[in-house]
């Protein structure tokens, strides 16, 4: 979707704002980014689902921001109709798995705990907060049924024999999983690299992207840091001040496993991702 579309209406809401350049990051599922002269982020939620729920994501951030100690985005831009808003830009570039290897032990050391300073904080939030900002219950069993679907009707006619034993034994792994007696708390239920900043020059992260939170396994917020390795992870998890238990680590460890398929059925929904990006994902986790 063109630029065109979306800066006249930050213009007419926003007519104080100035820019001389500006760029449109297509690349995310479920919002339209815009951001001016790399100060301003500008998020415009793609579907109607997602527009219903960006107010209670702004009023849950603003809670947040007065208790945690990471940065995240607090809007101090938003449209009248509240169909749109803006930030300012946080430090920071994204930490992929080649950066977090080039970084000194220190500071590994610093984004750990730091990490887990913040998943600590964010599943301690009260469950008052959680119902005042609508987040969402997240559906594990659901989502599982719908994984297993999906994966069998669309992924299994494209996978090789050894592809589907795999995977179905990893299905019995997750459905095990689903038995667990775990504590139910606020996640950020998207924590992976690409919703991490690591600003080299203050040595602070900074975590962007709460559309997907809601109320569910505290083991889902490790998940996508098993990209940075399982000794990493398991750092994190030391550190962790939250509730745990015996099983939660390797909880994590299959929702990792469950994130390259769910972007292979994604992509063959029309998602901006594609499907080799997944089984080139998938080969690594499975060890295929």
């Given at each position: 979707m063109k630029a065109e579309c979306f800066l006249p209406k930050i213009r007419d809401s926003f007519p104080q704002l100035e820019w001389q350049q500006h760029r449109v990051l297509t690349h995310g599922w479920d919002h339209i980014v815009i951001v001016l002269d790399d100060k301003i982020v500008f998020r415009f939620p793609k579907e109607e689902e997602y527009r219903d729920q960006f107010q209670d994501e702004i009023r849950l951030l603003h809670y947040l921001k007065k208790r945690i100690e990471v940065g995240i985005p607090q809007?101090?831009?938003v449209s009248e109709d509240r169909s749109f808003?803006?930030?300012c830009m946080l430090g920071g570039r994204e930490l992929t798995c080649s950066r977090f290897r080039r970084l000194p032990a220190a500071d590994k050391d610093a984004v750990a705990g730091q990490l887990a300073g913040f998943i600590s904080t964010l599943h301690a939030t009260p469950q008052a907060i959680i119902t005042k900002c609508s987040v969402r219950t997240e559906n594990h069993e659901k989502a599982y049924h719908n994984l297993v679907r999906d994966t069998r009707e669309l992924l299994f006619p494209r996978f090789r024999t050894e592809d589907i034993?795999?995977?179905?034994?990893?299905?019995g792994g997750l459905r095990h999983a689903l038995s667990h007696d775990y504590s139910h708390v606020l996640t950020h239920n998207d924590l992976t690299s690409e919703h991490i900043l690591w600003d080299s020059r203050s040595k602070r992260i900074n975590i962007i992207d709460f559309s997907d939170r809601a109320l569910g396994d505290p083991a889902s917020d490790l998940a996508g840091l098993l990209e940075y390795g399982a000794e990493f992870t398991e750092k994190v998890f030391g550190l962790y001040s939250g509730r745990r238990d015996d099983w939660m680590l390797k909880r994590a460890r299959l929702?990792?496993?469950?994130?390259?398929?769910?972007i292979m059925i994604a992509s063959m929904h029309g998602f901006p991702c594609t499907f080799e990006q997944g089984y080139t994902m998938?080969?690594?986790?499975?060890?295929?």
């Amino acid at each position: 979707m063109k630029a065109e579309c979306f800066l006249p209406k930050i213009r007419d809401s926003f007519p104080q704002l100035e820019w001389q350049q500006h760029r449109v990051l297509t690349h995310g599922w479920d919002h339209i980014v815009i951001v001016l002269d790399d100060k301003i982020v500008f998020r415009f939620p793609k579907e109607e689902e997602y527009r219903d729920q960006f107010q209670d994501e702004i009023r849950l951030l603003h809670y947040l921001k007065k208790r945690i100690e990471v940065g995240i985005p607090q809007y101090n831009y938003v449209s009248e109709d509240r169909s749109f808003a803006g930030y300012c830009m946080l430090g920071g570039r994204e930490l992929t798995c080649s950066r977090f290897r080039r970084l000194p032990a220190a500071d590994k050391d610093a984004v750990a705990g730091q990490l887990a300073g913040f998943i600590s904080t964010l599943h301690a939030t009260p469950q008052a907060i959680i119902t005042k900002c609508s987040v969402r219950t997240e559906n594990h069993e659901k989502a599982y049924h719908n994984l297993v679907r999906d994966t069998r009707e669309l992924l299994f006619p494209r996978f090789r024999t050894e592809d589907i034993q795999l995977v179905e034994q990893y299905f019995g792994g997750l459905r095990h999983a689903l038995s667990h007696d775990y504590s139910h708390v606020l996640t950020h239920n998207d924590l992976t690299s690409e919703h991490i900043l690591w600003d080299s020059r203050s040595k602070r992260i900074n975590i962007i992207d709460f559309s997907d939170r809601a109320l569910g396994d505290p083991a889902s917020d490790l998940a996508g840091l098993l990209e940075y390795g399982a000794e990493f992870t398991e750092k994190v998890f030391g550190l962790y001040s939250g509730r745990r238990d015996d099983w939660m680590l390797k909880r994590a460890r299959l929702y990792s496993m469950r994130i390259p398929l769910s972007i292979m059925i994604a992509s063959m929904h029309g998602f901006p991702c594609t499907f080799e990006q997944g089984y080139t994902m998938y080969k690594e986790r499975f060890k295929a």
